[in-house]
């Protein structure tokens, strides 16, 4: 079997320049801790994603301190701040303030809609693909190119090989305003979690109760955002798509040839 291997770019900094920077994410109105918020400086590739508890560390070369990392969260407004800024005060408290969404007219206008399966359908257990390093921030999953309006109603995933115990993820999605360029239009976040016993090779997921409404092309990812401890996870793989994926939090999106079979059930525009 070959195992296909998303590159992975490493990054090493001298010890005697490189410093860690530690802090927590929290609620400007609770006070209470975010978890899994995406932190990374912009540009760079370098990133984490904050634990459970909000508590984010990341190391950072001093050569850097002019640069800006972003804190980004599901639901909440983005934050920026400079490196500088953060390397000179000890126990950073990040506040992230909630986003409002406006509630737009509602114009009701006769439409049809046709169920129909969008993604990658065929799975090849000859070339897999998916996560191979607990590496925070790192997502991957695949482009669905459609003209219109749909409704998401349901994820289906083809896994070809899990050897952790249990499997924590965070699933995204994202319009595309662009070839390369992505906007999550979730509203609150979604975990994938079960222990490995209650894993099967088809891993359906139902998406109505989320009412995610995409306009036009969108992505869908699945995101490693909590430490599982050694492991791996890989999906069995399609044709005539692309797999998207990034290495870390806030990092620039890439793409590889062998598309995961991931695949979406939607209500689509006429």
């Given amino acids: 079997m070959i195992r296909f291997y998303t590159i992975i770019l490493l990054f090493s900094c001298n010890t005697s320049f490189c410093q860690e920077i530690r802090g927590i994410v929290m609620d400007s109105d609770s006070r209470k801790a975010i978890e899994f918020v995406n932190i990374g400086i912009l540009g760079k590739n370098i990133g984490t994603v904050s634990n459970t508890d909000g508590v984010f560390r990341i190391s950072v070369d001093k050569e850097m301190d002019l640069d800006t990392i972003l804190f980004s969260a599901i639901g909440y407004e983005p934050r920026l701040s400079r490196i500088a800024d953060l390397r000179v005060r000890r126990g950073n408290k990040i506040y992230l303030k909630k986003k409002a969404y406006d509630i ?18 065929d799975t090849n257990n000859k070339l897999i693909a998916g996560f191979k390093d607990n590496l925070l921030g790192y997502e991957c999953g695949i482009r669905v190119d459609i003209k219109k309006s749909a409704i998401l109603k349901q994820l289906k995933i083809n896994i070809s090989t899990c050897t952790y115990d249990s499997i924590f993820y965070r699933l995204n999605v994202y319009s595309a305003e662009d070839d390369m360029t992505f906007t999550n239009i979730l509203k609150e976040p979604i975990y994938l979690k079960m222990s490995k016993d209650t894993l099967n090779n088809e891993l359906v997921i139902n998406l109505e109760p989320y009412n995610i409404v995409v306009d036009g092309n969108f992505l869908v990812s699945l995101e490693h955002v909590k430490d599982l401890g050694e492991g791996e996870l890989y999906f069995y793989t399609g044709s005539r798509k692309l797999t998207y994926f990034r290495i870390t939090s ?12 991931i695949s979406v059930l939607a209500d689509v525009e006429e």
Avoid at 251 to 261: E, H, L, Y
């Fill in 104 to 121: 737009s007219e509602v114009v009701i206008k006769p439409r049809n809609f046709t169920e129909k399966t969008l993604g990658v359908l």
């Fill in 250 to 261: 806030q990092g620039n999106w890439q793409f590889s040839p062998v598309p995961i079979s």
